[in-house]
């Protein structure tokens, strides 16, 4: 019977056979997956997939929207709620993906 950390799926399991035969099973922390962006679904540069990684400066990039939006989709979204802010454009006129960011840039 494994051990009570074993029994979770935070480790995967490799199979392996052993240089005397034996099938054995062999635990494993799972590797953590680059971040992607909330909009277009495109990985994050800047930010680290360790799960060691120390300090907030390292888990996450320091501007708004860091560590959620790329840095496109950021602009994108600073422009868009400048412009309902001055009055260039309704909130009814962008997508709904990007509605609740804009509201969140409008609060701040």
Not at 90 to 104: G, P
């Amino acid at each position: 019977m494994p051990t009570p950390k074993q029994r979770s799926r935070s480790q995967r399991r490799l199979s392996r056979v052993t240089p005397k035969g034996r099938n054995v099973v062999h635990y494993e922390r799972r590797k953590g997956s680059f971040p992607h962006c909330a909009l277009c679904g495109a990985e994050l540069n800047g930010i680290k997939t360790s799960t060691h990684a120390k300090g907030r400066s390292l888990r996450t990039n320091s501007r708004k929207f860091g560590g959620v939006l790329c840095a496109g989709c950021a602009s994108n979204v600073i422009k868009l709620a400048s412009r309902i802010e001055q009055g260039e454009m309704r909130l009814n006129d962008i997508s709904v993906r990007q509605k609740e960011f804009v509201l969140q840039m409008i609060a701040h």
